[in-house]
Each structure stands twice: as C-alpha cells, then as structure tokens.
C-alpha cells in the first residue's frame, strides 16, 4: 500500500464504549453500539474506529493475553446525543497523524504498524496520543483479503 502519509483529522462526536478486556472483544463492541445506534436512529457518520491506548508491542500483546487490555471502540455519529451508562458518546480529538493503510486481514496488521514505527523514528517524531484503526469495510460484505485499515499515530 501507499507509504506514511501526514493528514490533519477532524475532531468528531462518537458513540463508544471502553473496557478492559482483550482485542477479540472489538467486533462484539462495535455491534453493541451498531444496536443502539439503529434503536436510537442516530445517524452513524464515518467508519468504525478503535483506539489503542497500550504504546508499545510488547504491552499489546501482554496485555491481551492477559485480557486487561484497554479496548476502546467508537463510531462517528453527525450529532451528539444521550448515551448509556457503557455507550457513551463524546468527541473523538482531532488533529495532525501519521497515517499507515493495512490491507488485509486486521490480524496481519503488524507490517502496516512497523511502516508506521519507522516513519515516525526516521522522523524523529513520537506518538503524541493513541494510536487508531478505522475499518473503511464491511468484513461480512468483502474477503478478509480485500479488507482496508487505516492506522493512525498522533503526532505534534
């Protein structure tokens, strides 16, 4: 895929839910919000998206494999409105981000991930929040293979 590219990211209201948990858990997440979005008739605005609060490699995949990783999901929604006592809706941050693009199963993700890594190292740039993946299509509509990843790094 294309190399690391800077964009500016709007921020952007969104329905989500964080928990600790391990990352197997996102697709069950997401459809939860899916279901209360679609009982609520909010209008869903963009991708799904989840945020990576562990920084490192090494503290993903400890923390997955000790189920006590901090999987946050979200979806972008054209207006804010009430949530739940677990599906909260807030504003995702905007801002500039190095941004990687994945194609593929999301579990090969990795080679996306280090692209990403070195960009930032090479120049001399480190991650400034979170990290991100928004999934751009359906993995019930197209093959896994065909399946796209944007990944973002904050960056100042």
């Known amino acids: 895929m294309e190399e690391v590219q800077v964009v500016d990211v709007k921020a952007q209201a969104v329905l989500g839910m964080r928990k600790k948990g391990s990352y197997k858990e996102?697709?069950?997440?997401?459809?939860?919000?899916?279901?209360?979005?679609?009982?609520?008739?909010?209008?869903?605005?963009?991708?799904?998206?989840?945020?990576?609060h562990e920084m490192t490699v090494e503290e993903v995949c400890a923390k997955d494999k000790a189920g006590t990783a901090d999987v946050e999901v979200c979806f972008p929604v054209a207006k804010k409105?009430?949530?739940?006592?677990?599906?909260?809706?807030?504003?995702?941050?905007?801002?500039?981000m190095a941004k990687a693009i994945h194609k593929g199963p999301y579990a090969d993700c990795g080679p996306a991930y280090q692209k990403l890594l070195s960009w930032l190292e090479k120049n001399n740039k480190k991650p400034?929040?979170?990290?991100?993946?928004?999934?751009?299509?359906?993995?019930?509509?197209?093959?896994?293979?065909?399946l796209l990843t944007e990944i973002y790094a904050p960056i100042n």
Request: aromatic share 8%; glycine share 8%; net charge negative.
């Open 81 to 96: 409105m009430r949530g739940t006592k677990d599906i909260k809706c807030y504003e995702l941050p905007g801002g500039k």
């Open 128 to 146: 400034a929040g979170p990290f991100r993946e928004v999934y751009l299509n359906d993995p019930a509509a197209v093959p896994e293979s065909e």
């Open 26 to 52: 996102i697709p069950v997440l997401l459809k939860e919000i899916c279901d209360f979005a679609v009982q609520k008739k909010a209008e869903m605005s963009g991708a799904p998206v989840f945020v990576c």
